[in-house]
């Protein structure tokens, strides 16, 4: 399979060319899970030289106990990057080999463990892959179309995905709020693109890399044009109706940029994630969009104690933004794989180093974000509505689906014809691309209309109306999108949840009313 980047591609990520749970139990049993306090001491930093080997470190929350552990820290080699003390996580860094054994027998600590399996290196940039950039000839046939339609943006006409959910005509009635703010985390945000710099707020904004908030002009912003992803997400959420290219599904609300992939390798670290929840929670960001797996593992085992320590971080990082008020949106991934079946072959972990074929329970080793609790997990859709060849899904996981694109099965009557989803990308140019990763911007933006119409709704009850007004299609007769007789997936369920769809189809207009 094909991916948006390789060989350093995640399954979450939009696939650029057509080759290619919430939790059945809850991590409540994780140490420290639910003992974050949201009215402790914000996360403090100290600038280091960057050692071998970067580290989670989970403690209890008192400040008597977390400044025990960072001497311990010192003690044993280790480096402070940076303290979260409201949830009792601590990013280090340490060139000692028994740095993340040696803490977990410090008292206080709950769980320890690397967030990588390769040694940091230099920052350099590095090719994410290509996707379809939209020409000028292919502009200007859309425009015409666009404009014979009555449509009010140019490239309007190549948008079968806002028709899809109704996008199109709940902008007429509610745009959305422009107090409510979606966070893009993700590759960083082209906030100069014309479709985006007028809804963009920089105040919600950061590079979270390294796991320390860069508020500094401009850090939000993606290395290079290769790095297109993150601008792509946020123009399906809020791309501007302002008479210039492409519309977004709320385009009325905010978007921000948390810029979360590394430098070097373009993967998601624990530690930047982390950082990146905890941020968008202290800005007020309502909502924030995950269009990625955190690397470097595809599932994070809990009977492995660095990948139980990823698992330990991310989720008090998310609980405590949860707890501010925050809905989190993420994909569901593009392997094709049923995340409630019994076993799932994961030849891709670990990314940043050698990969080795395991066989995990994805009811066991979790996917993170997508399968931490509280967590709304999108599976992605084609013009059709039917489940997107490359979309992966699982009954109890999947909690609603959303256009992501289908460019080899589901082919749209526009006038480019293609499948896939067209948006922005830096430097002021459009492109298409296709995946889970494009599937949850399209909910996110269904969300932010929702909480727009309903501002004192909580992330619970945001999510419940997320459910509420979805379309479910039910499962399908026959998923064999080959036709080569055999069913390319399984889907379980009946017409109010399944495992294609979870409880339906995102509807803006229904949203909106």
């Not at 501010?324 to 949106?329: E, F, I, P, V």
């Not at 709304?376 to 859709?381: D, E, H, I, L, P």
């Amino acid at each position: 399979m094909d991916h948006l980047r390789s060989p350093r591609s995640r399954r979450r990520l939009a696939l650029a060319v057509p080759v290619v749970l919430s939790l059945t139990a809850s991590l409540g049993f994780l140490p420290a899970a639910a003992q974050a306090a949201p009215d402790a001491r914000s996360g403090r930093a100290a600038a280091a030289e960057a050692p071998r080997l970067a580290y989670v470190v989970n403690t209890r929350t008192d400040h008597r106990t977390i400044e025990s552990v960072e001497r311990a820290i010192a003690r044993s080699g280790g480096t402070v990057v940076a303290t979260y003390d409201r949830i009792g996580v601590i990013v280090a860094h340490s060139a000692e080999p028994g740095f993340a054994a040696a803490m977990r027998e410090v008292r206080g600590v709950r769980s320890a463990g690397a967030t990588r399996t390769a040694p940091l290196t230099a920052a350099a940039t590095t090719d994410q892959g290509a996707a379809q950039p939209l020409t000028a000839e292919q502009a200007a046939r859309t425009a015409r179309a666009s404009g014979a339609a009555g449509a009010g943006e140019p490239l309007e006409a190549d948008q079968w995905d806002l028709r899809a959910i109704g996008a199109d005509k709940a902008a007429k009635i509610n745009p959305g709020s422009s107090r409510v703010t979606v966070a893009v985390i993700d590759t960083g945000v082209d906030d100069t693109h014309p479709d985006l710099a007028p809804n963009f707020s920089a105040s919600q904004s950061a590079n979270c890399v390294g796991g320390k908030a860069d508020t500094s002009a401009g850090a939000w912003r993606p290395y290079t044009a290769e790095d297109y992803h993150g601008t792509h997400v946020a123009g399906e959420i809020a791309a501007a109706r302002n008479g210039i290219g492409v519309a977004g599904v709320a385009p009325g609300v905010k978007v921000s940029s948390i810029k979360v992939s590394d430098p070097d390798n373009g993967l998601f670290y624990p530690e930047n994630v982390v950082c990146a929840f905890m941020f968008a929670a202290d800005r007020g960001v309502e909502i924030t969009n995950n269009s990625y797996y955190v690397d470097p593992w595809l599932y994070n085992c809990m009977d492995d104690p660095d990948q139980r320590a990823i698992v330990d971080a991310v989720n008090r990082a998310q609980l405590y933004a949860q707890r501010k008020g925050t809905l989190h949106l993420a994909s569901a991934g593009n392997s094709n794989h049923d995340l409630d079946s019994d076993a799932i072959v994961d030849d891709s972990s670990p990314d940043d180093s050698t990969p080795v074929t395991r066989t995990i329970d994805p009811h066991e080793c979790y996917d993170v974000p997508t399968q931490l609790p509280g967590i709304v997990t999108v599976s992605a859709t084609g013009v059709d509505k039917e489940k997107s060849y490359y979309s992966s899904y699982g009954k109890g996981v999947v909690d609603v689906a959303a256009p992501g694109g289908d460019g080899r099965y589901q082919i749209p009557d526009t006038p480019s014809k293609n499948g896939r989803i067209l948006s922005t990308m830096p430097n002021n140019a459009y492109g298409y691309l296709q995946g889970t990763s494009m599937a949850s911007p399209h909910a996110a933006g269904v969300a932010a209309l929702l909480k727009s119409k309903h501002p004192w709704a909580s992330p619970a009850r945001l999510q419940w109306l997320l459910k509420a007004q979805a379309d479910n299609p039910g499962c399908p007769d026959s998923y064999d999108q080959d036709g080569d007789g055999a069913q390319d997936a399984t889907c379980d369920g009946g017409g109010r949840v399944n495992g294609f769809y979870g409880f339906g189809i995102v509807n803006a207009l229904r949203a909106v009313k």
